[in-house]
């Protein structure tokens, strides 16, 4: 199989491709850098804002497969009015060309695979029931950007592709995301729950992530939205113990919702201070087994 994947760079494109690598698959990575070939993968350079008779449109010609992770990183920096245009545009431009370029194929791929967030579901109360995925969209920044973000990959199925979207949790991995900036602090014997630790945290280990990628692209009976979190969300207080036990290192000292606000901006609302209790029904129930379904064992494995 040959899969074109938009955002292969980052600290969960990379992993994929490895992982499609060791399965003997193709892939082609599209990169706003030059093309060039790196550890057997080609990179091919593309814009989102190219016409139809491009190099990375032939690509997707005749690939079985597209796979959309593209996108700014939503906790990389503050949040402005021009930062939240970025999250947004990012997002929008490359799953709108992206689907231009299925559009355009002579030989279109079987399926697209294209990321959202749990984000989507809204601010969550503590004690709130499960969200499966038909769950509907919350009415903050996140939610609405969820929506239009997926309401631009829907059309690819009007083109005769399994259309699959992943909304994913929070993942784990000690080289980037959220531990990468957590581990520091417990490390320093700082580390502790945010606020007040009663939020609810949807969370999934990187390898449980990357398979669940792969069972989708393989699975052609697996459509629509699927819950990239793993089967037992954690409140915040919790997921911090654990990484405190995983890194032997006490969880004592939260860190105020007012100093976060302070210190990140409207982010920490909807990103930092609330949650989301999503719950992968969908992929449960066409069969697919979690590696790390409890966060003690997810996050032992995730920061050795």
Not at 115 to 143: C, K, M, N, R, T
Not at 186 to 202: D, E
Request: with cysteine.
């Amino acid at each position: 199989m040959r899969y074109v994947i938009a955002g292969g760079s980052g600290f969960l494109g990379q992993p994929l491709v490895h992982a499609l690598q060791a399965g003997g698959h193709d892939v082609v990575v599209l990169t706003r850098g030059r093309a060039l070939t790196r550890d057997r993968v080609r990179h091919v350079t593309w814009s989102t804002d190219t016409g139809a008779d491009t190099a990375w449109h032939r690509e997707v010609d005749g690939a079985d497969g597209v796979i959309n992770l593209a996108g700014s990183g939503i906790a990389d920096k503050r949040w402005s009015t021009a930062r939240k245009a970025d999250l947004r545009q990012s997002r929008i431009s490359a799953t709108r060309a992206l689907v231009g370029a299925i559009r355009a194929a002579t030989q279109r791929p079987a399926v697209f695979l294209s990321g959202s967030a749990v984000g989507i579901y809204g601010p969550q109360p503590h004690d709130g029931p499960p969200l499966d995925e038909s769950a509907p969209p919350g009415d903050d920044f996140l939610s609405t950007l969820g929506v239009d973000w997926e309401a631009e990959a829907q059309p690819a199925a009007a083109l005769g592709c399994r259309v699959v979207i992943l909304r994913t949790g929070i993942v784990l991995a000690r080289d980037g995301g959220a531990l990468q900036k957590m581990i520091p602090p417990f490390q320093c014997f700082v580390g502790g729950p945010l606020g007040s630790g009663r939020q609810v945290m949807s969370w999934i280990h990187r390898a449980d992530w990357i398979e669940l990628v792969v069972w989708l692209l393989r699975r052609t009976d697996a459509a629509g939205v699927f819950n990239g979190t793993a089967p037992q969300p954690v409140t915040n207080a919790e997921f911090s113990r654990a990484l405190g036990k995983a890194l032997g290192r006490p969880s004592l000292f939260p860190v105020p919702g007012f100093v976060l606000k302070l210190v990140v901006g409207e982010m920490a609302g909807p990103a930092l201070l609330a949650g989301q209790r999503a719950v992968p029904k969908h992929a449960l129930d066409l069969g697919f087994t979690f590696q790390y379904p409890d966060i003690d064992s997810a996050m032992s494995a995730a920061v050795q």
